[in-house]
């Protein structure tokens, strides 16, 4: 079902690597709700993922990009006003890595050049978005700007590792940024914390199987998909949203207010006696 909530609008979607990402869900949705908008993702993932697939389907195109470099974010920002004959409507930040996570290596044996990196790359290139953004006026007034979180920025789960801090700087940028942008030129700056979900990245995190039958059994509503979550952010860059702003908003069927289940007690219950038959 489309409603043409993005008609008219321009924007640029950052962190579409394939057709699993996140980001591609919610660039094949806008591109439905009637958005024109360019495409960037790294050198590296040009040559590996599947975008160029997407940039046909959405008549979209690729603006290569390393989001830690200021200079190719002007880059992405300038090309982006000129291919598109005007400043854009909506960012969408959906970028994050950690080497730590790669090379698993535990929260407490961190590799500090890593950690840097994973700084750098999942939270810093939002702030150095938005700063060259506003620095080229490249936003319209009442423009909207999204990044993907997790619940980890606020509560401790196995296995995410430095990520998780990547994330809570990330939610603070939107707030202490979403104050300057609002007040000077209406613009927004939200980030949606998202159920785990089947990616590339995703499938990074340590044990991501269990801890997706762990949030399932534990939401009411069940994981929200991939799929939700790009009608979801298709809300917050329509006009629909025009006052939400500074907001880290829970997309994961209920699971951020749970402490424990019917569906996760039984199975854990079952684990248990399991366990005693053993003994
Ligand atoms: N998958 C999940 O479980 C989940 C849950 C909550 C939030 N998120 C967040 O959603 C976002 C998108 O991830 P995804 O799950 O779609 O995985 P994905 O692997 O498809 O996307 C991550 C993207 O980051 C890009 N990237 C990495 N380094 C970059 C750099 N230096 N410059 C520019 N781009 C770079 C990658 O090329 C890739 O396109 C990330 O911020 C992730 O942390 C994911």
Redesign the pocket.
Known sequence: MTYNLLKGKKGII?????N????WKIASRAHEEGAVFTL???PV?LRF?EISQLSEQCNAEVIP????SVKDLEYVFNRSMEIMGGKVDFVLH????SMNVRKQRDYDDLDYDYFLKTID??AL?FHKMLQVAKKLDAISEWGSVL????IAAQRTLVGYND?ADA?AILESIARSFGYIYGREKHIRINTI??????????NG?KGIDGLLDFTERMSPLGNAT?DECADFSIVLFSDLSKKVTMQNIFHDGGFSSMAMSQKAMTQYNKCLEENEENL
């Open positions: 950052f962190g579409a690597l394939d699993k990402s996140i980001a960037s993702n790294t993932a993922g990009a390393d989001a830690t959906s970028i994050g890595m790359i999942s290139s990044a993907l979180s997790y990520m994330k914390s998202q159920s785990p979900t089947r990616t590339t990245a995703g995190i991939a």
